[in-house]
């Protein structure tokens, strides 16, 4: 009897375990789509830094934090960019790079300081009429450059006025001197090359007011020289190349130049150039 009892039970046990470790065909888990806290709180660091050129404090953390969702779409993704770009502080950064390229560093203070006054003073005891008309023409340019942060913040100028504004003036030509050196500067500043003799033979001559043909345009002057630049295809493909090489360190493909160009070049939008870099799953961080 006791046997009988034994083996019942044992059958109970072997019975119980086939069950409980028994596997349903077609059974698959669903996808886990949500991205890890650490890449998240990587990517809000990342945005802050590229953007505002800080991390951000608790309280924007949390905020972004709450502006992604949990699988991190490119809709949060693009809230929570814009929520950047929307500070102030968005533009303080972005001159700094702009002058940090341009200017060697020269900052706002500097720029009043060091030039603006001794302009200033110049004017003052200035007799000659075409001298005083000289210093009025470079004041008029130092005080642009002046105000460009302001600008900025009130939609008065964008990004591509703003570096013009900081081609032409005083301070760069005093680090450039000399035509030859202005038409090599705005080649490697901006298209990441060195000039060809037929272009440097032709942009001296611009900016040394003698006819002649540069960025596809006719033209006598240094002002003729950077308008026919700034609106030159050169000059969109080189911010592409350049934002690429910031924000994610490798230059653009043949297909990822030739539609960001095309887009910056047709609205001239230099945050949502920004932002369709800052939104990728490479710059994220899951590709």
Do not use: W
């Not at 888990?29 to 505002?52: F, G, H, Q």
């Amino acid at each position: 009897m006791r046997n009988t009892l034994f083996l019942i039970a044992l059958a109970l046990v072997f019975s119980c375990s086939k069950e409980s470790t028994e596997v349903i065909p077609n059974n698959v888990a669903p996808p886990d789509n949500t991205i890890d806290r650490v890449i998240k709180e990587n990517y809000i660091n990342k945005l802050y830094i590229s953007m505002l050129g800080r991390e951000p404090n608790i309280d924007e953390f949390n905020s972004a934090k709450n502006l992604l969702d949990e699988e991190v779409t490119i809709e949060s993704r693009e809230h929570l960019v814009k929520s950047v770009q929307a500070k102030e502080e968005y533009y303080d950064n972005m001159f700094n790079i702009i002058r940090q390229d341009l200017i060697n560093g020269v900052d706002t203070n500097q720029i009043r300081e060091d030039y603006i006054y001794g302009f200033e003073e110049a004017l003052e005891n200035s007799d000659d009429p075409f001298e005083t008309q000289e210093i009025e023409e470079s004041l008029a340019k130092l005080y642009l450059l002046y105000n460009s942060t302001d600008d900025m913040k009130a939609n008065a100028a964008n990004i591509k006025e703003i570096q013009a504004r900081c081609v032409d003036n005083f301070i760069y030509d005093e680090i450039n001197m000399g035509s030859f050196n202005y038409v090599v500067s705005i080649y490697q500043n901006f298209l990441h090359r060195y000039p060809t003799e037929y272009e440097i033979e032709h942009g001296v001559n611009m900016l040394d007011d003698e006819q002649a043909v540069c960025f596809g345009g006719n033209g006598n002057s240094k002002s003729d020289f950077n308008d026919l630049f700034f609106n030159h295809d050169g000059y969109y493909e080189g911010q592409v190349i350049n934002i690429y090489n910031r924000i994610l360190f490798r230059d653009p493909s043949s297909s990822e130049s030739y539609e960001l160009t095309t887009l910056f070049k047709t609205d001239n939008d230099y945050k949502e150039l920004q932002k369709r870099i800052l939104i990728t799953d490479e710059y994220l961080g899951i590709e």
